[in-house]
Structures are given as structure tokens and as C-alpha cells.
């Protein structure tokens, strides 16, 4: 393992606080280090991978000559480029080609340009299998079709990962082809227009069968019709964020989702950041859909109760949850989260003794939380 800390090379010259004799030191550091880093990657003839993270405002001429490095790397198929801030107007992925996944982050509004950058990368790739295009902090109202650009012929993607990029039904119909082989889908704070959406029928339509899949864009029924319309579901993540999905119909149709793909589903995370139906004790019917999943290996769930209801001799919401864990035989992972506006009550009650629960015989390997 090699740690090179390059930090002082990123002052700035003209900075008053800088003496003269630093400036030259710092110059002197950044043609040295660029050099010998270039070099150094270039050497690495079997790399295939690599995650930059731009945390700093890099000096360019040293960013420049480490992409033209990688560029000439061969074996190079997976790139991830992490941002903290707006990369350089003049930042250039081109020397990049032939990569089978490209991940791009950031945590700042985009420039068209750096969009540009990563939409002529993916022109370069013919082969790319993964894309991931992750807005973590202000959903860009850049539309999808600024990534991926008219092609001569399709992508092979199997992997479409979208969190904060505007996305239309009209996005996918134009770039269909592009996903008739996506087998996980990530689709977060992307829709735009929720209720007026045919996406999920489009990819019924199109036998887009996934095996994966992330979302927030619920858009009863049409989510719910397209995941019953075919089986094979291994990973399922739901978030219910928005108001018109919170009821008893909506929870109970997912739950018979659940069901419904009982001999592939693995795992199934269900959150919910507003309202009461999908932090509600589970029913009975509810429960026997969960059951039948004995691949289920990870669940997560959302809890809201009250201290009288912990405090009465009935079955706390946490203990039914916990005796249906103990009967699916491949689980290893159960999380039991307290909604949102709860958690600074539900510590006081874990601190007086309220939160308990006999979690005695629990298999090896098996892990409750986040009590």
C-alpha cells in the first residue's frame, strides 16, 4: 500500500500569506510529483480499475497527464470518478475509451460541460455495461438524454443506476434499445411529473424483466402491475416518499409482491419517510406473504408505534417482526427502523428499559439493528 499526501502542492502561489521561497517550492513539488505520478500509473499495465475522488481544486496540468496515463492502460474497463466539487471547465476524460462501466458523483451543480465529458465517454464505450450518474445533493434538471447520446448501435447495459438525473418516460422510449438488457435499475429523486409516468408499463411492454431494482417512483398501481406481470425479482428497495403512497391498499399489494416472487426475492428493503400505513404492525396477511420468501437473506423494515403499545402485554411490533425473522431460514440481516421524528423518543425508551426484546436463540451469523 502507498499513501502519498500531495496537499501542499494545491496552495496557491499568488496567495499573500505564501513567501517567495514556497511558491518555488510548491512549482518545483507539482512538475516533480506530475511527472513521477503519470509515469507511475502508466506503469500499472494491468490496472482495470479505478475510483478518483476530486476532493480538491487539483492543479490541472497534473489531472491532465494522469488521464492521458490511464488512457493508455488496455486492460482499464471500470472507472468511477467521485466529486466533491465542480471539476475544472477544461477537465478532459478523453484519452478514456472501451470501458465496460463508468460511475460519475457529485455533490455540486454540474456544468454541461463535465455532463459532456461523461456523455462522450460513454459514445467511446461501445461495450459499457454498468452507468451510474449519481446527483447526491441537487437533483439536476439536465435531462437523461444530455448523458447517454444518439448511438450506432446499442449499449449492453445491464446495470442503470440514476439518483437526482431528470428522467422522462420519453427518455427511455428514445433509448430503448439501449435497455433491453438492464437487469438492476436505480430510480431515485429522478421522475419528474410521477403521475403521469408509463414507464414502468413501457418496460412490461418490452420484457424488460429486472432483477434488481431501486426506486421512489411507486405511481400506484403501475410499479406494483409491472413487478406482478413477471417472477425471477432478487433485490427489491422501495421508498414510499410520496403522500399518495402511503395507504393500507398500497402496502398491501406490495407485500403481495413480495410473495408473488417468493422463490427468487433475496432481499427487500422498504422505507418510508412520511405518513403511517408502511410503519404499521404487519397483518397477518402481510406476514404470510414474508414468509414464503425462504431465499430472503436481508430485510429491511420501518417501524412507528407507540409506548402504550410497548408497554401493553400484547406482541410488540419488534418482537412479531423478530419471531417472523427466526422462521425464514436463509436470513442473516434484519434491520427494524424507527421512522423518521421518532428516533430521539425511541433512545430515551431503549435507555429506560421501554425498547426490549428476547432475542435469545438467534442463529449464528444473524444480526438485528440498528437497537
Known amino acids: 500500500m502507498l499513501y502519498v499526501s500531495i496537499f501542499q502542492l494545491f496552495l496557491d502561489p499568488e496567495d499573500e500569506s505564501t513567501t517567495p521561497e514556497l511558491t518555488t517550492a510548491i512549482l518545483q513539488a507539482r512538475a516533480a510529483v506530475g511527472h513521477h505520478l503519470s509515469a507511475a500509473v502508466a506503469a500499472l499495465r494491468n490496472l482495470r480499475s479505478v475510483s478518483w475522488l476530486h476532493g480538491l481544486p487539483e492543479p490541472l496540468d497534473i489531472t491532465t497527464d494522469c488521464v492521458r496515463a490511464l488512457g493508455t492502460l488496455r486492460f482499464l474497463t471500470h472507472f468511477e470518478f467521485h466529486g466533491k466539487i465542480d471539476p475544472n471547465t477544461t477537465l478532459s476524460f478523453q484519452p478514456l475509451s472501451n470501458l465496460r462501466s463508468v460511475t460519475v458523483s457529485w455533490k455540486s451543480l454540474p456544468t454541461e460541460a463535465f455532463f459532456l465529458q461523461v456523455?462522450?465517454?460513454?459514445?467511446?464505450s461501445p461495450n459499457l455495461q454498468e452507468l451510474t450518474a449519481r446527483n447526491l445533493l441537487h437533483p439536476t434538471d439536465l435531462p437523461l438524454d444530455t448523458l447517454?447520446?444518439?448511438?450506432?448501435?446499442?449499449?449492453?447495459l445491464t446495470k442503470l443506476d440514476l439518483y437526482g438525473i431528470r428522467t422522462t418516460p420519453d427518455d427511455v422510449r428514445t433509448r430503448i434499445q439501449?435497455?433491453?438488457n438492464l437487469t438492476t435499475l436505480v430510480l431515485v429523486n429522478s421522475l419528474w411529473k410521477l403521475h403521469e409516468s408509463s414507464l414502468w408499463p413501457y418496460?412490461?411492454?418490452?420484457t424488460i424483466h429486472l432483477k434488481s431494482l431501486s426506486t421512489d417512483a411507486m405511481i400506484y398501481p403501475l410499479l406494483s402491475d409491472y413487478l406482478m406481470s413477471y417472477t425471477g425479482l432478487r433485490e427489491l428497495n422501495l421508498w414510499a416518499k410520496h403522500t399518495d403512497d402511503d395507504s393500507g391498499s398500497v402496502v398491501?399489494?406490495?407485500?403481495?409482491?413480495?410473495?408473488h416472487h417468493h422463490r427468487t426475492l433475496e432481499r427487500?428493503?422498504?422505507?418510508?419517510?412520511?405518513g403511517k400505513a408502511w410503519t404499521q404492525r404487519p397483518t397477518d396477511a402481510q406476514l404470510e406473504g414474508i414468509l414464503k420468501c425462504h431465499k430472503l437473506k436481508d430485510l429491511s423494515v420501518y417501524l412507528s408505534f407507540t409506548r402504550e403499545e410497548l408497554e401493553s402485554k400484547n406482541k410488540t411490533p419488534v418482537m412479531i417482526w423478530l419471531q417472523a425473522a427466526m422462521q425464514l431460514p436463509e436470513l442473516r440481516h434484519l434491520r427494524l427502523c424507527m421512522q423518521f421524528g421518532d428516533l430521539e423518543e425511541m433512545a430515551g425508551w431503549s435507555r429506560n428499559g421501554i425498547l426490549k426484546?428476547?432475542?435469545s436463540g438467534v442463529r449464528e451469523g444473524f444480526k438485528v439493528g440498528p437497537f
Open 119 to 124: 456523455a462522450q465517454l460513454i459514445t467511446r
Open 148 to 156: 447517454i447520446l444518439p448511438l450506432p448501435l446499442p449499449l449492453p
Open 178 to 180: 439501449h435497455f433491453r
Open 203 to 206: 418496460l412490461g411492454e418490452h
Open 252 to 259: 398491501d399489494r406490495f407485500y403481495s409482491i413480495l410473495a
Open 268 to 274: 427487500a428493503h422498504i422505507r418510508s419517510s412520511r
Open 357 to 359: 426484546g428476547d432475542a
